[in-house]
Nanobody
């Protein structure tokens, strides 16, 4: 059974930082492209960042320079370091795992991030 379990969300003030984690089980983690997506109330789910099996990263323009995605294949975990958070970063953040050739696509339940003074 595949599980992606996010953690690390919470309520923070603008300008502060959070680090999200996503622990994967039931997959060969190193074979998957991992990503973070977010969904604000009433909006579609949008890409935040992805990291390939080789470690190549890609970011949404809105988070470039503030967020960093990384992975630890030994711990089957992907991270999202979020710095200088803004109120518009408020959303539920979901972890995503996509296999080679996109044969399999898995999602986590999400973790809430709220940025407010």
């Amino acid at each position: 059974q595949v599980q992606l379990v996010e953690s690390g969300g919470g309520l923070v003030q603008p300008g502060r930082s959070l680090r999200l984690s996503c622990a994967a089980s039931g997959i060969i983690f190193s074979n998957f492209r991992m990503g973070w997506y977010r969904q604000a109330p009433g909006k579609q789910r949008d890409l935040v960042a992805t990291i390939t099996r080789a470690g190549t990263t890609n970011y949404a323009d809105s988070v470039k320079g503030r967020f960093t995605i990384s992975r630890d294949n030994a711990k089957n975990t992907v991270f999202l370091q979020m710095n200088n958070l803004k109120p518009e970063d408020t959303a539920v953040y979901h972890c995503n795992a996509v296999s080679r050739l996109e044969t399999y696509n898995y999602w986590g339940q999400g973790t809430q991030v709220t940025v407010s003074a």
